[in-house]
């Protein structure tokens, strides 16, 4: 990892670097928490080992994978039935991309011409969307974790349909109530992470952000 750039001297160049965009919206994955399923249908799963905070009727964001395959898809979704008591969760998905729904389907496919063969297991863990960022932090909204105010953290952030990723250290400074929010400052970041920042930028300018 690199250091934490340094904004040059001068208050313009503070200005544009700590300017905060609201879009596109960025995906941080906290990578606290991984599930695991091999209970699930294209755009259907059931967990029997849930311990998350996410309520009945809930929405949500996440990041998927799909048994040894390498990549790693975005997705929305919606947490049917929460049981608590015996740890499980019903919830229904919608990945961000065609490339990954293909790829469920395929998966399925094979599962649907011979029944007895085994579904590959699904892989996720939750990703929440930006409020708010910019090169020295973000804001995140629907956080319910058990990150405290001064506690350094590690990450990665995702770009919304590509598939750059970067890794982050960062260390919470506020919580916002009002969007059970979670304020916090890069304390350092790689390459890749710099070059998908260009990318958002660049997306934000293009729509007027």
Known sequence: ??????????????????KRLNMPNLFIDLRDKVYRTKTWAPGKLILSDYEGALATGEDFSGVLKIGGSPKVFLFDGHAARVDYINKKMAASFELHSSEGQELLA????VK?????AD?????FSLAYRTVN???????????????????QFSGMIRLDKTTKAGFFRAEVKR?????????AQFLSLTPETFEMFEIAMKKSESAGG
Do not use: C
């Open 112 to 116: 649907e011409t011979n029944p007895a």
């Open 106 to 109: 395929q998966y399925y496919a």
């Open 1 to 18: 990892m690199i250091g934490r750039p340094q904004a040059k001297a001068g208050p313009a160049r503070a200005k544009v670097r700590d």
């Open 175 to 183: 919580h916002v109530g009002a969007v059970r929010g979670l304020g």
């Open 119 to 123: 579904l590959p297991p699904l892989l």
């Open 133 to 151: 960022w910019s090169l020295s932090g973000f804001l995140i909204g629907n956080y319910a974790g058990k990150l405290k105010i001064g506690q």
